[in-house]
T-cell receptor, first 115, second 114 residues
Framework: ETGVTQTPRHLVMGMTNKKSLKCEQHLGHNAMYWYKQSAKKPLELMFVYNFKEQTENNSVPSRFSPECPNSSHLFLHLHTLQPEDSALYLC??????????????FGSGTQLSVL | GESVGLHLPTLSVQEGDNSIINCAYS??????FIWYKQESGKGPQFIIDIRSNMDKRQGQRVTVLLNKTVKHLSLQIAATQPGDSAVYFCAENDSSGSARQLTFGSGTQLTVLP
């Protein structure tokens, strides 16, 4: 266990559905991240939260809406997704964003399929 | 933009042999590098890191070598075991921009043969 828990592990949704991904970290970290992992492509950073404040939005479409109520929880709200959004969505945490030696601890991800 | 790449997408080694996974980077401002391991159905897991003021760092059965002259990074795994089968990513941290964030390579699939 990495100390970062993601639910659900798998999600199938239609393009008109609204769903949410949840991430919780038990490491006492202050920064949380959402990454997208598509087949045979590098990890793509989506959002960064540092002390509950969003510090990075990597040109992510508005159909992805993050929420960080506290330093331990992170959500990704999904609505009107496209089939090309199908991917593994990874949550990560680190001690503090934007510092040297930024070691990320990842969850196991949510495998999302958009039909 | 700058990119981090891997020489080979797949690598097969015999159990007990040493494995060498390579990574090339193009951003001369990169000053921190990390290797991650991702097993099937799991998220990436930190293996070892190295700063640009070092050229070698050793961990348990793993060694990372950094050659800044040719912008090359390698991960050596000694006495490779079946549990080492996974995708291995290198990542670089670039301090030249306003935001520090890791840039990941595409990964190399390591398969350990019995």
């Amino acid at each position: 266990e990495t100390g970062v828990t993601q639910t659900p592990r798998h999600l199938v949704m239609g393009m008109t559905n609204k769903k949410s991904l949840k991430c919780e970290q038990h490491l006492g970290h202050n920064a949380m991240y959402w990454y997208k992992q598509s087949a045979k492509k590098p990890l793509e950073l989506m959002f960064v939260y540092n002390f509950k404040e969003q510090t990075e939005n990597n040109s992510v479409p508005s159909r992805f809406s993050p929420e960080c109520p506290n330093s331990s929880h992170l959500f990704l709200h999904l609505h009107t997704l496209q089939p090309e959004d199908s991917a593994l969505y990874l949550c990560a945490s680190s001690q503090k964003a934007g510092t040297d030696n930024e070691k990320l601890f990842f969850g196991s991800g949510t495998q999302l399929s958009v039909l | 933009g700058e990119s981090v790449g891997l020489h080979l997408p797949t690598l097969s080694v015999q159990e007990g042999d040493n494995s060498i996974i390579n990574c090339a980077y193009s951003n001369s401002a990169s000053d921190y590098f990390i290797w991650y391991k991702q097993e099937s159905g799991k998220g990436p897991q930190f293996i070892i890191d190295i700063r640009s003021n070092m050229d070698k760092r050793q961990g348990q059965r793993v060694t990372v070598l950094l050659n800044k002259t040719v912008k090359h990074l390698s991960l050596q795994i000694a006495a490779t075991q079946p549990g080492d089968s996974a995708v291995y990513f290198c990542a670089e941290n670039d301090s030249s921009g306003s935001a520090r964030q890791l840039t990941f390579g595409s990964g190399t699939q390591l398969t350990v043969l019995p």
